[in-house]
């Protein structure tokens, strides 16, 4: 188990790429510049090229010119599976130096990029891998004398933007099943965190994916997002992120190319706790968990929490001693319970929901607080808010952070109604030792995932994504292969 000190001397060592990834090569760009800086002490790490317009219109190219030569698109599957089992293993071979990089970037706990998100990264890639050589074409029932065959065909240049909050995690979830179909990629990381996604390109190469498959551009939203979004040869998009930034995507594909979209974006997801919940200091746990892990960044995160009323004071007593766990700290610290938060725009953002909830009527229960440490504000306390009232902004927007909201409720009715009443539909969780309650709830509740006594489950062979405004289409399981690819009918004569 590596040190606090062990982590140091780590991110000592990184260096951080700064320019564009494309064609199988880092690229001179233009001379727009953003600054990454390390959000748990302020400093800058680097000057990064926003690839901007000109960029993107570079790597579209590179990404066309690879699937028509036909290198990855058309290769064959043992081909395609010895290079992604190849990039697995260098992935995991760099993991460290790959969540350095991440923590660094966005402020995550180091060793939870280290010993989560990059081993699940890994493992979808190898997984994706083993899946190549079986995505099987169709023959249909046609008459006599013809043969009818059904084909699963890559659809050419994909373009991916992700989040800051996971940026290897979300980088697997686009990029392995994109490349895995034959596809070619342009991936934009958020520019928060654009550090490991343009060492993973380089690992890509070291691989030998060849030249063109994955092409990295950092860059603005306004600036390099756009243009991809915007660019009349990327075939489909692939986007997790807000909300409000998916609709721009869907506004995109209709001022341009009509390109597929497919979005992962917000939720504003409950927690179901019903009286009879087996273990009510277990579930306590796993509310800290799903609303404090990752300083509450998480777009299924369980913000809200419905509790029956026979045990809604124990309940939030409990959830509130949970919150000592979760001091922030140094994200290079393994006894630091959260890390920092990405940017002081964030921080504020959180900030401002902390301010509207404290005049709303809601009681603060414990935490509301901005710290500060090694010259960074960019810390927030983990914070529960009781009596939250459901029409309230706390109740009803995506924080993005750790702040908490419980609401007690009555009946079964009340808290099927109350999870729903919500613009988003991602994930939900309910605690019950009551099977046709649990079966009930499940059924009820219209999210993409709904855990049963647990919290936000996952996994790579289910699929995850959401419904209302929390977008459509799944990643994860084989089912995101579907995104990927486009069927097209053969039809022979004999």
Same mark, same amino acid.
């Given at each position: ?9 780590? *991110? ?8 564009? @990834?494309?064609?199988?090569? @880092? ?11 390390? %959000? ?22 590179? *990404? $066309? ?13 043992? @081909?395609?599976?010895? $290079? ?28 939870? *990029? ?25 023959? !249909? ?5 013809? /043969? ?23 980088? #697997?979830?686009?990029?392995? %099943? ?11 990381? !958020? ?9 993973? !390109? ?17 860059? /603005?939203?306004?600036? +390099?997002?756009? *243009? ?11 986007? +997790?992120?807000?909300?409000?930034? &998916?609709?721009? @995507?869907?506004?995109?594909?209709? =001022? ?27 579930? #306590? ?9 990752? =300083? ?38 393994? !006894? ?21 909830? $404290? ?10 607080? $901005? ?47 109350? #999870?729903?009443?919500?613009?988003? &539909? /991602? ?41 209302? &405004? ?25």
């Amino acid at each position: 188990m590596r040190t606090h000190q062990d982590w140091i001397a780590e *991110a000592a060592k990184v260096v951080l790429p700064t320019r564009p @990834f494309v064609g199988g090569g @880092f690229v001179d760009a233009g001379t727009a510049t953003f600054e990454n800086r390390n %959000p748990a002490t302020g400093a800058l790490l680097a000057e990064v090229a926003d690839a901007g317009a000109e960029g993107v219109d570079r790597a579209v190219r590179a *990404a $066309r010119a690879a699937f028509d030569s036909g290198a990855w698109s058309r290769a064959g599957v043992a @081909f395609r599976r010895e $290079r992604m089992l190849r990039f697995a293993d260098l992935l995991a071979d760099h993991a460290a130096e790959l969540a350095v990089l991440d923590s660094l970037d966005m402020g995550k706990r180091v060793v939870d *990029a280290h010993e989560l998100d990059l081993p699940f990264s890994v493992n979808l890639f190898r997984y994706y891998a083993e899946a190549i050589d079986k995505i099987n074409d169709e023959v !249909a029932p046609t008459p006599p004398g013809t /043969l009818g065959l059904v084909r699963r065909v890559p659809l050419g240049v994909v373009g991916a933007v992700v989040p800051w909050n996971y940026p290897v995690d979300m980088l #697997a979830w686009k990029v392995a %099943p994109a490349m895995a179909t034959g596809n070619s990629v342009v991936l934009k990381p !958020a520019e928060q965190s654009p550090s490991s996604a343009l060492r993973i !390109a380089e690992l890509a190469a070291e691989a030998g994916i060849p030249d063109g498959v994955l092409n990295v551009v950092p860059g /603005l939203g306004e600036t +390099t997002g756009r *243009a991809l979004g915007l660019h009349p040869d990327v075939d489909v998009l692939a986007f +997790t992120g807000s909300t409000e930034v &998916g609709a721009y @995507f869907l506004q995109y594909a209709g =001022q341009s190319n009509l390109k597929q979209i497919w979005l992962e974006c917000g939720g504003k997801s409950p927690h179901v706790v019903f009286a009879d919940a087996e273990d009510l200091a277990a579930t #306590a746990k796993q509310t800290a968990f799903g609303i404090w892990f990752n =300083q509450g960044a998480v777009c299924s995160a369980h913000s809200r929490v419905l509790v029956q009323r026979e045990v809604h004071e124990e309940f939030v007593s409990l959830v509130a001693a949970e919150a000592a766990a979760y001091a922030p700290g140094d994200p290079l610290d393994p !006894a630091a319970g959260m890390g920092a938060i990405v940017s002081p725009e964030q921080t504020d953002r959180i900030m401002q929901f902390v301010d509207e909830a $404290r005049t709303s009527g809601a009681r603060l229960v414990t935490g509301g607080g $901005r710290l500060t440490r090694d010259g960074s504000d960019c810390y927030v306390q983990p914070t529960v808010f009781d009596g939250v009232d459901p029409a309230s902004t706390l109740a009803r927007e995506e924080v993005f952070g750790p702040v908490l909201a419980i609401t007690p409720f009555d009946t079964e009715d009340e808290a099927v109604t109350l #999870a729903n009443d919500t613009a988003y &539909g /991602l994930a939900a969780s309910v605690a019950t030792s009551n099977l046709g309650r649990a079966h009930r709830l499940a059924e009820r509740i219209h999210a993409g995932t709904v855990t049963v006594n647990g919290v936000d489950a996952f996994s790579a062979w289910t699929p995850f994504g959401g419904f209302k &405004g929390s977008g459509f289409g799944r990643d994860l399981s084989l089912h995101a292969l579907d995104k990927y690819v486009g069927l097209k009918t053969v039809w022979i004569n004999h």
